[in-house]
């Protein structure tokens, strides 16, 4: 990201498409990009499990601010979350032309089955407490069996969203995913 204009990149896609692993990929590589994982923010809050809805708004509330903050001082911010609604995509997508940043939106698809497959393997063997935070949310809002519906949310916000980059993603190859991350935020 080296234009003149900060930019923030949305990564959207399904839980356990790899988000936060590819923003963490490119945060390594490029100094002062701030990955912004809303869910690592909504962790902050003391007993959040509790209050999980009102934890997640005020969580994408600071990260807006957040956001803000980064862009303004000329850095770049990729934000790995996933948004089967447009309402905060489109607070991100104002905030860059509040402020003059780049708006670039992701998405990181693969088979509905495989998506599917990748969390439910990831939920046995979690990494980190977000992963397990992600398990516990989903077994609130029914479940494994919650997981298309959530695909079809997704696909229905990128279906509105004619502008979307895409990056199709398979289990195991997250260096080629990496890459074709790259080669579509720096368009080539």
């Known amino acids: 990201m080296d234009n003149d204009a900060a930019r923030l990149v949305l990564i959207n896609g399904a839980p356990g498409s790899g988000k936060s692993t590819l923003a963490q990929m490119y945060v390594d590589e490029h100094p002062l990009t701030l990955a912004l994982d809303i869910d690592i923010v909504r962790t902050m809050f003391g007993r959040w499990l509790d209050q999980p809805v009102e934890a997640g708004l005020m969580a994408r509330s600071m990260a807006l601010q957040m956001a803000r903050v980064q862009l303004t001082a000329g850095r770049d911010v990729l934000v790995p979350q996933f948004l089967g609604r447009l309402d905060f995509l489109l607070e991100l997508e104002r905030l860059c032309s509040q402020i003059g940043a780049e708006f670039i939106e992701l998405v990181l698809l693969s088979s509905p089955q495989e998506a599917s497959d990748r969390f439910v393997k990831r939920s046995r063997s979690p990494e980190s407490l977000a992963h397990y935070d992600a398990q516990a949310l989903l077994e609130r809002g029914g479940g ?19 502008r979307t980059l895409t990056v199709m993603t398979v289990d195991g190859h997250v260096e080629q995913a990496y890459r074709d991350l790259l080669a579509q935020i720096d368009g080539e």
Do not use: C, F, H, N
């Not at 494994?144 to 004619?162: I, N, W």
């Open 144 to 162: 494994v069996g919650e997981l298309p519906a959530m695909y079809d949310r997704l696909l229905e916000v990128v279906a509105s969203r004619p």
